[in-house]
């Protein structure tokens, strides 16, 4: 039986005054409040999928971007977006509950907590943001993939050859061997089943964002004399005025992009013990996992910056400023595909469950959709594999398409960022809380939603003017690193 039909049916049950009560279940340690399976996650559990969630490919741009930004906004729009986006957090994780945040109601997902919060339009509108950026952000995940495997093969070949070899590779096998995988993971029925991925893919962040680290010391303790600027590459003979500007539009965009986890925040915390309160366990998880994002994304950008200079590359790992040990730029690369791997399950599960349950309800009655077949140990479900393959399979076409990996992350970012982690939690908080109309409160809160509004849509600008330009020169189905 589908975990959705035993949740259903259990609830049918206490319903018409079984004996087998909704307290009784509670007694006996087997239910939470609203009839579901209790639930098991812990502040180290949520924690873990904000991390595996937050430090994803945009940790890899952060020395380009400094590099169009410079020290000062660089390091300033860090910080900025990071106190943003934790404040944010803060009131989002009292939205799980409603009316009450730790009393009330749950809501299973972000677009519910909309739907009850603000209703009509804006909940088609977070839906539209949310469910979009996720598929964004898996193609993004699937071109960042690749590049990384293809990186490994040059490095090995470098080695080999000498630095002046070209050693170019196509990347469409590595495309296709991160989309095997992905249809492999995509059969994981439910997100709560995602905890020891998360703690995987954890792990995998901080050590290729260490290696990263620890290569950009050992280049500047070489003795490496990269140009860096207080305000970034200067306009002139290689960068126009134009050009500046549209690379520092972008650039925050993918700084941006580097905290976008808040579309996935409720999904987190709805699989957490009730007690303590959840609302109370995510703030605690959501403090620590920026503030490591936050470490980590302050280290690489500073540190690849100061070992590059203005002329870091997009991808820090994949853009060979590092050549030696090529064994540990392999692991770098290698920790990259495998923790990306995992953050794309993390981030495309709430999809998958939003149209499986929509199809659900929708064709009650549909054996292909309804029914579960136990293959050994596995409950096999021929809808759930037949959408989620197809769902991976069409990612990849697109990222085969569009393979450039800057302008997408900065187009992800600016469409990520002002929706779902500054205009909805601010606009449930205001009406969850009752903030009076024309208060101080308010207005603060609506010119901060203002502002990040203008920065993402220079942001996006920005991005869609470098997809323009990388189009432009692009041969279809041919992408070469």
Request: charged share 10%; proline share 2%; hydrophobic share 45%.
């Amino acid at each position: 039986m589908h975990p959705l039909d035993f949740e259903t049916h259990s609830k049918k049950k206490m319903q018409k005054g079984s004996s087998f009560s909704l307290e009784s279940a509670n007694f006996n340690g087997h239910f939470d409040d609203d009839g579901r399976i209790r639930r098991t996650g812990t502040l180290i559990s949520a924690s873990a999928h904000i991390i595996t969630a937050v430090i994803g490919s945009g940790v890899l741009s952060l020395a380009w971007c400094f590099a169009q930004l410079g020290w000062i906004t660089g390091t300033l729009l860090l910080v900025i977006f990071a106190i943003i986006t934790w404040f944010t957090c803060l009131l989002l994780t009292d939205c799980y509950r409603f009316p009450d945040p730790i009393t009330g109601t749950r809501n299973y997902s972000y677009m519910q907590a909309v739907k009850v919060n603000l209703g009509g339009f804006r909940y088609k509108l977070c839906g539209l943001s949310q469910y979009g950026t996720q598929v964004g952000a898996t193609i993004g995940y699937t071109i960042t993939s690749a590049i990384s495997m293809a990186a490994i093969k040059r490095s090995n070949c470098f080695h080999k050859h000498g630095h002046n070899k070209g050693c170019h590779t196509l990347n469409n096998s590595y495309l296709l061997i991160f989309a095997s995988i992905e249809i492999v993971l995509s059969q994981i029925p439910k997100f709560h089943k995602l905890t020891f991925v998360s703690i995987f893919a954890t792990v995998m962040s901080f050590g290729y964002s260490s290696i990263g680290i620890a290569l950009s010391i050992a280049k500047i303790a070489g003795g490496a004399h990269s140009k860096t600027s207080l305000t970034g590459i200067p306009v002139g003979q290689n960068m126009s005025g134009m050009d500046k500007m549209w690379n520092t539009f972008s650039a925050i965009g993918d700084i941006a992009f580097a905290y976008s986890f808040s579309l996935v925040l409720l999904e987190i915390q709805d699989t957490l013990k009730s007690s303590p309160s959840e609302n109370k366990v995510m703030k605690k998880a959501s403090t620590i996992g920026i503030a490591a994002s936050t470490l980590l994304y302050t280290l690489c950008g500073v540190l690849g910056y100061a070992a590059f200079g203005n002329d870091a590359s997009g991808n820090y790992l994949t853009g060979f400023g590092f050549y030696e040990p090529f064994w540990l730029i392999d692991i770098g690369n290698m920790c990259v595909v495998l923790h990306l791997l995992g953050a794309y399950q993390v981030l495309i599960q709430p999809f998958f469950a939003f149209v499986e349950d929509w199809s659900h309800k929708r064709w009650p009655e549909s054996k292909f959709i309804e029914n579960e077949y136990l293959i050994g140990s596995y409950n096999i479900n021929l809808f759930r594999l037949t959408w989620r393959t197809t769902y991976v399979i069409l990612a990849t076409i697109v990222a085969m398409i569009f393979p450039f990996f800057n302008s997408f992350l900065g187009l992800i970012g600016a469409a990520t960022y002002w929706p779902l982690t500054v205009y909805f939690p601010i606009e449930m908080y205001i009406s969850q809380a009752k903030i009076q109309r024309g208060s101080f409160t308010w207005v603060w809160l609506k010119i901060l939603s203002l502002t990040c509004l203008i920065v993402a849509l220079l942001a996006a600008a920005g991005s869609i003017r470098g997809l323009i330009v990388s189009v432009s020169d692009f041969e279809l189905f041919h992408s070469m690193s």
